[in-house]
């Protein structure tokens, strides 16, 4: 995401917050539960703050979980005609959706991302996402973390073959863990060019990550809750393994078309995985309507 769809989230959430001024009136503060329970109007904020994914996982154990913002033709990203890169969708990024997004990266011990995302923040064509609570109007967030017990910011976990990672880009998680995860054939001098930067590899037994092998290490480490930002190819890590406990899907109702795209998912994940609706709200602000899903996902 860039500066420019930073501020347009930024300024829905402003608008949001204040109820008012919104292009499409004033914003109404609460979303409508469908499901489990229908007719239940619920206040936006701290509508995922109280699950408590930190607390979720059995001791020994990790809960691992994604989220992402679609629009309703299943489009997560576009590619830029001009760099090939890939964003976000400027159509469907909304400020409603992003503090939810806060809420879940407030109660993860440790945030699990791409290279790619690092690369991009390289080239300052992505906005920090990593960090907690940056903004005043999500203050709260640090706070709740504090009283939690939990640390002032998640660890990050970085997935990456290549290991073409902009050393200069880690620098914006100072004082946070840096854990990356890559194949068997890594190559030395990149390993350690990112040791020297203060990351920690891991490098596994297969010719790239596994999900499994990656929630063994964490769980080693004594993480619980660990937050999935990343694309489709993580993704499909994951749930190939069947380690993905919930999905947050953010369905924006606008189809926006569109030639190159990312949908959830990518690749093989070795047959078809039931996915069961844990609740669903429907935000019926008018210049942000859409579907706000939780999944758990069928293990084993
Ligand atoms: N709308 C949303 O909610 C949302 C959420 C997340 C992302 N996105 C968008 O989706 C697009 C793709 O995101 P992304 O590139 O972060 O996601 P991705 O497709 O999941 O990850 C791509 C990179 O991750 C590494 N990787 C993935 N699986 C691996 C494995 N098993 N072993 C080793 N390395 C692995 C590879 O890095 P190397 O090339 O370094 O080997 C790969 O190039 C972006 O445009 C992003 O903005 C949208």
Redesign the pocket.
Known sequence: ?NNLLYYYSLSFYVCFILSSNCPDGPAIMTVLSLFPTGGEERPLEGLYLGLNLHRQAEDGDLLIYS????SLDGR??LTLDHSG????PEA?INGRDWRLYQELAAQSDVMI?????FRQLAKGQ?QDLLPVGQEPAYADLNGWRESEGLKAQPDVVI???????PVGSLAVLKGRRILI???KHAEASKVDRLEAAGAELFVMDGP???GAALKAVLIALGYRSAYM?????????LIADRVLNLLFLTTRLRLIGGAGF?TIL?GDIGGAVEMHLRSLYLDRNASNAQFFAQYALQQG
């Open positions: 995401m989220n992402y913002i679609s997560i990203s890169e890939s964003q976000v469907i991302t791409s290279a790619r995302y992505a997935i990456s073959n290549s290991l073409d990672i995860f890559t194949g790239e990550v596994s930002i990343a694309g489709p190819l993580v993704h499909r890590t990312d990518g």
